[in-house]
Structure formats: C-alpha cells, structure tokens
C-alpha cells in the first residue's frame, strides 16, 4: 500500500516570500490534516479536512496561510507571505476511521521549510 | 493547543534496561496513540489503545491507560540503539475526530 506521499522534501526561500507544499493522502481515506512541527516540539494540528471541506481550522494563521483539497484527494498548504517563525516541518496525515469509530493517522516524510 | 503532556521531556537509559515514558491528557478520547519520530523524518504509528482498554501489548511495547487519570503509559522492553527516537502520544478526542500530539519524550539509548 502506498503511504503518504509530500513534495517537496526540503524548501529554503526567504522572509515574504511564498511557498506550496503539496500531499496526496493513502487511496480512500477521507480524512486529511495538515500540521507544523517546529524543532524540539510536538506537531500542532493547522487544518483537518473530510474530504473537501474544512473540519477544522482553527489552529491556522489565516492571514497568511491558506489549504485546499480540491476533488476530496490531493492537498496543497500555501504560505503567503513567509515569515522566519513559519521554519518548520509541514507533516501531511490521512486517516480513516474504523468501525470502532477510532482513527489511526498515516503520515508522510513532511516537508523542511527554512526561512531566511 | 497541545492536547497530552508527556513526561519526562528527555530520558537516557543504557542499552538492555527498558525505558517508560507518561502522557497526561485533558479531555475525553476515544483513544490514545503512540507515535516514534526518528530525527529528521516523519512519525511513525507505534500503538493504538481504545478507551475501553487498559492495557496492549505490541512486541517489547506496553502501552497502559487509566482514563481516570487521563494518563498513558509507555513501556519499551530491552532497549536497543535503533530505539534512540522522539515518542509521542496522540489523543482521539470524542467530541471531534482529530489527533492531537503532545510535546514529546527524546529518548537516547546509550551503547
């Protein structure tokens, strides 16, 4: 079974600056999130889509950050314009839920985003 | 916001002995998970325990969870190099189904 696939790995670009992370999730799961990962600490959920709409987002900086699943498959996450805080890890995740009603999420490599 | 704290932050133990790592979580979930993250990749699932469950056992894993606690458990059995790696625990919330991680155990097995 194919896992969670991200482009690209690494992105170095500088301060105002934009940038696009793209994911294409497990085949059939419906659910889709999006999360930072600064170094030393844990991923914080930034959107969570089911299917194509929105769940949650209110973890987002909508100022300045914005996602789309279009099709209710692949996924793009847009920052514009980048500021030095937004280096990170950009983690995509796809999950299912089981009919125990639990959901195991399946990630990808992420993406390195440094901002200089 | 993070969801579960784990504790401790960082833990170094010799090669064999076995290593335990906490989380303490908020609010009700329908189940916790455990997730390693090897330094500059992504995170892999380790083990999932359902609310209705107190204890799961996954090969030198041990996973316990005391829902009146709002706390789990970690236990690595025999500790090798390769478990050197960032431990996390996720919770299922009930009230929306989303995942979400604490802070994280670094955990360094020392030859």
């Known amino acids: 079974e194919a896992g969670v696939a991200q482009s690209p790995r690494y992105k170095i670009i500088e301060k105002r600056q934009s940038v696009a992370f793209w994911c294409n999730p497990i085949s059939g799961h419906a659910t889709l999130y999006w999360y930072q990962q600064i170094l030393g600490q844990g991923p914080k959920l930034l959107i969570q889509?089911?299917?194509?709409?929105?769940?949650?987002d209110s973890q987002l900086p909508k100022d300045r950050f914005s996602a789309e699943r279009l099709k209710g498959v692949d996924s793009t996450l847009k920052i514009q314009p980048a500021k030095l805080e937004d280096s990170a890890v950009y983690l995509c995740a796809s999950s299912f839920i089981d009919r125990a009603m639990n959901t195991e999420a399946f990630f990808g490599q992420g993406t390195r985003l440094t901002v200089v | 916001s993070q969801q579960g704290e784990e504790d401790p932050q960082a833990l170094s133990i010799q090669e064999g002995e076995n290593a335990t790592m906490n989380c303490s979580y908020k609010t009700s979930i329908n189940n916790l998970q455990w997730y390693r993250q090897n330094s500059g990749r992504g995170l892999v699932h380790l083990i999932l325990?359902?609310?209705?469950?107190r204890e799961k056992h996954s090969g030198r894993l041990r996973v316990t969870l005391d829902t009146s606690k709002k706390s789990s458990s970690l236990l690595i059995t025999a500790s090798r190099a390769a478990d050197t790696a960032s431990y996390f625990c996720?919770?299922?919330?009930?009230?929306?189904?989303?995942?979400?991680f604490g802070s994280g155990t670094r955990l360094s097995i020392r030859p």
């Open positions: 325990i359902r609310s209705n469950e």
């Open positions: 996720a919770t299922d919330a009930t009230s929306a189904s989303k995942i979400i």
């Open positions: 889509f089911q299917n194509n709409g929105v769940v949650d």
